[in-house]
């Protein structure tokens, strides 16, 4: 992780010189890993009373966000009480409310014994609300829902279970990852310490744990890359291309227009197939160091042969691993979309669109199989099957069938139900049940900066309401499949690091228009009579109130898809109506 200071650029930050001289940590200086970012802190930086009784028990002050559930250690009683972190003062202390109801304001680095609350079942808190019968210049907040995820965040964790079945299925699902990762796919070799060069690039590993929506336990052995030396220092390329999503959008009108299947496959440990291009050495997981020891009584190290999940150049050498691949079959990248890929076979025209390990195959059913069959001598492929029959970058995917008897597949719909429930989750408590927004996304409003909160009092009131998680959800809905809440979004952003009342009005009202148009959709017509690209451009003059800059607005059509959009504001003002037309 990275190596940081909490107090930033401050005299305790050049007083212990965190970024040169102490790159490693002693005993008297320890490092204490973030149990959210990962990010490491040296005991010294953290400038705390009671250092953290564990190393990965722990939470950096960014990651001390209204919500945590922490445990605070009372000392009249010796014993831990749980509590939830209501509201954060600029200060960097905290309110917290307890589960017997009582309320305190602490200083979690100067005062007070805590830890982050670990138990045999992690409890998060899903969302908080205001008291609406409560003082507006004092509000009281309560914890509407606290949801049980049954997923450890450390080893420690599954052993501290309660539940013997539990913990034994945890265990098997890490066990069974090792063995994949160590013994049946070779990623790494055990090494002594005294094998590894003095100079040689060595990173800390972590499992990583989920249930999956089917009910199965999940564990990833993820090296820390961030611990890595930089893409300048290693000379190495580490981006990898993902394709557009109005790439995507032009695939389905294809595939619609030219009545073609469209599959989806998934390579499975994608990352774990390209082999590795930098000798990196990494610390054994926990629970693995003690089980290998080297001949003086300290754990191996691992010397990675092959990319791991977390190493900084994976995602560049799988992506090269696959674009070879599908060179020498014939295909060719797009100069537009390097993700998109073509070529023709049998007399028909393929494309195969890959984002990361996840291919989108538009081809007819005789290449669709000889395609697959030179995909898996290559890759352990898992076929998903047709398009419609999955979620596909967060959308559901429909056949489209005109009402007319006789005329059959017309097309694809595209809608994002699921990102609908999440968004409903996050303003759950914030949303009226009925809402006469008049299907208009924000209604005649000319946001401001006059809007704005001008004390740290009304900041403090604002910041406990999920404008920005609303307006990220909101935002996706804008470049997926709802083009006409590009404006508003684009508008609510303006102000996302400091927004008014007027501006979550606005956001309530455009979160309501997309929870009552939920089934809307975006409809990709196979209509193969207008196959001509077709744009739209238009803007205002001066809209931005503020800074006299114009918007401009534009989409783009193959046939009657619409293809891409946007609405931007211009850099420059404008100083007529066609000079803002023009930019």
């Known amino acids: 992780p990275n190596i940081a200071c909490q107090h930033g650029k401050c005299k305790l930050a050049k007083q212990h010189n965190c970024q040169e001289k102490r790159k490693h940590a002693t005993p008297s200086n320890p490092i204490f890993l973030c149990d959210r970012c990962n990010d490491a802190y040296y005991a010294k930086c953290l400038d705390m ?65 805590w830890r982050p609350h670990l138990s045999s079942t992690d409890k998060t808190v899903a969302s908080l609300y205001v008291d609406q019968t409560s003082d507006p210049a004092n509000p009281t907040f309560y914890v509407s829902r606290v949801s049980a995820i049954g997923t450890p965040k450390q080893y420690n964790d599954i052993l501290k279970m309660q539940d013997q079945g539990e913990r034994e299925r945890w265990l098997h699902a890490t066990d069974k990852e090792w063995r994949s990762i160590y013994e049946e796919q070779q990623v790494l070799k055990l090494v002594e310490r005294c094998e590894v060069p003095t100079n040689a690039i060595i990173v800390p590993s972590s499992f ?19 611990r890595m030396p930089s893409k300048e220092v290693l000379e190495i390329e580490t981006q990898a291309p993902a394709p557009k ?36 050495y990494m610390h054994l997981p926990p629970g693995f160091r ?73 081809m007819d059913d005789n290449n669709m199989k000889q395609f697959r069959i030179e995909l898996e001598k290559q890759f352990e492929t898992s ?50 049940s009925k809402y006469n927004h008049g299907n208009i996304m924000m209604g005649d409003v000319r946001l401001s900066k006059n809007f704005c909160p001008t004390t740290d009092d009304e900041r403090d009131q604002l910041s406990r309401l999920p404008y920005r998680q609303l307006l990220g959800k909101a935002g996706y809905f ?21 927004y008014g009342y ?32 077709t744009g739209y451009s238009d803007a205002d003059w001066n809209g931005v109130v503020d800074s006299n800059l114009s918007t401009t607005g534009w989409i783009v059509y193959l046939g009657d898809v619409p293809v891409s959009w946007c609405s931007r504001t211009q850099k420059c003002t404008s100083r007529s109506t066609a000079e803002s037309e023009y930019i």
Request: hydrophobic share 40%; net charge positive.
């Open 383 to 432: 076929y998903k099957g047709a398009l419609e029959d999955n979620l596909y970058l967060g959308m559901t995917v429909q056949r489209w069938w005109t009402p007319r008897p006789g005329d059959g597949f017309k097309g694809f719909k595209l809608t994002q139900p699921h990102l609908v429930e999440h968004l409903l989750t996050v303003a759950h408590g914030h949303l009226p």
């Open 245 to 280: 999503l109005s790439t995507v959008r032009l695939l389905l009108a294809l595939a619609a227009k030219f009545d073609l299947p469209a599959n989806l496959a998934d390579i499975k440990t994608a990352f774990l197939s390209a082999k590795a291009q930098n000798p990196v």
């Open 502 to 533: 007027k501006h979550w009005e606005a956001l309530v009202r455009l979160c309501c228009y997309i929870r009552d148009n939920r089934d809307l959709g975006l409809y990709i017509s196979g209509d193969r009579s207008n196959m001509v690209i």
């Open 290 to 362: 003690d089980l290998n020891l080297d001949s003086k009584g300290n754990p191996k190290l691992a010397l990675l042969l092959k990319s791991i999940y977390g190493t900084a150049n994976a995602p560049f050498l799988f992506y090269n691993l696959l674009r070879n691949f599908l060179f020498t079959l014939g295909f060719r990248p797009s100069p537009f979309d390097p993700c998109l890929h073509s070529m023709v076979r049998n007399g028909r025209r393929i494309w195969v669109l890959h984002w990361v390990d996840d291919l989108l195959m538009v």
């Open 478 to 498: 804008a470049i997926n499949t709802m083009p006409q809440i590009s404006y508003p979004v684009k508008e609510l952003a303006r102000f996302a690091t400091n």
């Open 49 to 113: 009373k009671h250092l953290p009784l564990d190393e990965e028990q722990f939470l950096c002050r960014k990651c001390r966000t209204p919500g945590t559930r922490i445990d605070v250690f009372v000392h009249s009683t010796a014993q831990w009480i749980t509590g939830t972190i209501t509201k954060l003062h600029h200060n960097h202390n905290v309110d917290v409310l307890f589960q017997n109801g009582d309320r305190r304001y602490l200083d979690l680095d100067r005062t007070q014994r």
């Open 208 to 226: 990583i744990w989920k249930m999956k929506d089917d009910g199965t336990y999940k564990a990833r052995l993820i090296a820390i890359g961030s």
